[in-house]
């Protein structure tokens, strides 16, 4: 576990786990690292592919607008790669969603999202990775543990375990040791045993579940959109779902339940369940189309986050990132896109390092990782605040709460009439803008006109009730975000 090896430099780092976090981090180490090596436990598909340690990867999946600018400044030629060989570019013009019981207003937009499968964009990523000379790709192999100086104030390098044939082991130094492990990540044991305290955790559970399957589309059926989303009309329903165009000219259809709903796993239940929704376009649209795989189960019990910023000390030369960090309800599509901040968090901390003298470097943990922190609490504020809505929608609210779901509540609204909160509201959900961009004065002002014109069309009608505010406010803001 320990070395004698005491100083650092930019020769080599090591990053556990090959999934969307891993990638991007590799992709920035490999501009500040003559050599970095990439360790993940599966053996990676040659080409399009799902695989067993990305257990989600097979459902629909979001690239919000923030996490595809980082990955086009990262890889340039990636999205023109990608739409080339069949991804799909589209604005929220081409998006069809049903929330707060209306038809969103499809109106032009700026903002581009692009659609295709979750193995379909990986298997992309890292063939542009693999074109980087210094990208070393290590298969079938875990990491067991940490190598560590005598004193155990800084890593050093892992220790490996080979998977295929005889199983054997292996030192690796390293001068960086990422951790993009996934919710899986082994690091809260590894610090233990390293003599550092345990890890503070803040969950909330969710209990979100999936069903999807992807389907071709007949073709005499004449559609005017790209993506459509129907969330659930509250208090009533917690079903949800979304059908979006990807590569292939093939449409994956995504189901989902809030909290302990069954989930379909059959022909017919799976078109029962999209005519159940608030709105049948779902099932209009695929009833007569022809299945192209099995209906694929996910559930995912609850957010979590490792407070790894709070700790006291961290060793050196070590680094948390992705779902081995933190990790958000699926529903909202933040995963891929927070990974690509925190990568992007890293890059600007070794740039900053890199202006020191080889003395003064030190990969220090606990700074670095203070400041992937503020790249993360935006979105699990979003994340968390929404799904406690959701469970809270019975309680007691403070006053201060129930008039912030009220204005949220009329922004959701807005949203299908008012181009201005669209815009708006979309900048935010897509991580390009922050939330006080909901309170500019022209937005404020809608919302204030909006509730005015109300209380004139329904004088003496009371405002809505704490529970019927927040569960419009959650359903309606997870329409907005992918699934």
Not at 14 to 24: F, K, P, Q, T
Not at 163 to 184: F, M, T, W
Not at 389 to 395: K, M, N
Not at 433 to 447: E, G, H, I, Q, S
Request: proline share 5%; with cysteine.
């Amino acid at each position: 576990m320990n070395t004698g090896q005491t100083t650092q430099n930019n020769r080599h780092a090591v990053v556990i786990g090959a999934s969307m976090a891993g990638l991007l981090a590799a992709r920035v180490l490999s501009d500040h690292f003559e050599q970095v090596t990439l360790i993940e436990r599966d053996r990676l598909p040659q080409t399009v592919a799902a695989r067993k340690g990305v257990p989600q990867g097979q459902h629909l999946h979001a690239l919000l607008a923030k996490g595809g600018d980082i990955l086009a400044q990262l890889f340039p030629d990636l999205f023109e790669s990608l739409t080339s060989d069949g991804a799909i570019r589209f604005t929220r013009a081409d998006m069809k969603i049903y929330q707060s019981g209306a038809w969103n207003g499809r109106f032009p937009g700026a903002i581009q999202i692009y659609s295709q499968s979750r193995p379909f964009l990986e298997q992309y990523v890292r063939n542009f990775l693999a074109e980087r000379g210094n990208v070393n790709f290590v298969q079938a192999c875990e990491v067991t543990q940490l190598r560590a100086t005598e004193d155990r104030s800084r890593i050093t390098g892992v220790s490996l375990l080979y998977r295929d044939g005889k199983q054997s082991e292996e030192e690796l130094a390293a001068d960086l040791v990422v951790d993009a492990g996934g919710r899986g990540s082994r690091t809260p044991k590894w610090l233990v045993s390293l003599g550092y305290d345990q890890v503070e955790e803040s969950s909330m559970k969710v209990n979100v579940g999936y069903a999807t399957r992807i389907f071709r589309l007949p073709d005499h059926l004449s559609l005017d959109w790209k993506m459509m989303m129907i969330s659930p009309v509250p208090p009533h329903s917690r079903r949800s779902g979304a059908v979006s165009l990807i590569e292939g000219n093939r449409w994956i259809v995504t189901l989902v339940n809030m909290g302990q709903d069954y989930l379909p796993d059959d022909d017919d239940s799976f078109l029962e369940y999209a005519r159940s929704l608030p709105q049948p376009d779902i099932y209009e649209t695929i009833k007569e189309a022809e299945p192209l795989s099995p209906i694929l189960i996910y559930r995912y019990s609850a957010n979590r986050w490792r407070h790894y910023e709070r700790m006291s000390r961290l060793p050196d030369g070590f680094i948390i990132l992705g779902d081995a960090l933190c990790s958000f309800n699926p529903a909202y599509g933040q995963g891929m896109t927070v990974a690509a901040l925190e990568a992007n968090t890293l890059d600007t901390c070794l740039r900053q390092q890199s202006q020191k003298t080889n003395t003064q470097r030190s990969y220090s943990a606990l700074k670095i990782q203070k400041a992937i922190t503020r790249a993360v609490e935006w979105p699990w504020q979003m994340a968390t605040s929404v799904d406690r809505l959701y469970q809270e929608a019975q309680e007691k609210q403070t006053w201060s709460k129930s008039l912030l779901n009220r204005y949220m509540q009329r922004i959701n609204q807005l949203t299908i009439t008012n181009p201005l909160v669209a815009d708006r509201f979309g900048e935010v959900m897509h991580l390009l803008k922050p939330p006080t961009v909901l309170f500019d004065p022209r937005v404020a002002f809608a919302v204030l006109k909006l509730e005015l014109v109300s209380h004139r069309q329904k004088p003496g009608t009371p405002v809505v009730t704490e529970a019927s505010s927040s569960a419009e406010y959650r359903s309606s803001t997870s329409a907005q975000s992918p699934v």
